[in-house]
């Protein structure tokens, strides 16, 4: 696949969507409480079937279209209503199914530096991936333009995993993920 050129900003409009990101509405979302100030990055990582990579469980998923007999797995999780605002593809691929000023709902019972309800506050973005495989180069280098171009818009203080705001129920995006990686990612250039 021939990657966009990284030099090319990524950017996100006044409503929150990012171009270019494949654009897939989730029907999952509503409007965050009024005033809220978006300060929170959650990193995710999800794979359906479980550990299976490519297929279209995850936008299924999120669109509630799920069929329950399409894998033992899903038949537990066919009902439930989920979303996150992004989904980076294990190519890199950026895919949006929520816009960032609404509330997609990806973080459930959850809590951020003494602040609960992280779904308010939060922009989630999931990495197609599982807690102990290896997340790829080109999703590392699209995970970083996204929250750079998502720091510009609005005040981020934060990059946080799954795992962090939710520490007793998920353990995702998992050690796998290499925290130290997409610091140097995001870390201003020396030169
Ligand atoms: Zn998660």
Known sequence: ????????????????????????????????????????????????????????????????????????????????????????????????????NERAWHAGVSAWKGKARCNDFSIGIELEGADDVPYTAAQYTSLARLVRALRRAYPIADVAGHSDIAPSRKTDPGPAFDWARLRRLLAPRSR
């Open 1 to 100: 696949m021939l990657a966009a050129s990284p030099r090319r900003r990524l950017g996100i409009d006044a409503r929150g969507y990012a171009a270019p990101a494949r654009q897939i509405r989730s029907p999952n979302r509503d409007a965050r409480p009024a005033g809220t100030v978006v300060s929170l990055i959650v990193v995710h990582g999800i794979s359906l079937p479980p550990g299976e990579f490519g297929g279209e469980g995850i936008v299924q998923l999120f669109t509630n279209r799920l069929d329950p007999a399409g894998h033992p797995y899903y038949a537990a999780i066919a009902g439930i209503r989920v979303s996150a605002h992004f989904l980076i593809r294990r190519d890199g691929e950026l895919v949006q199914f929520v816009g960032c």
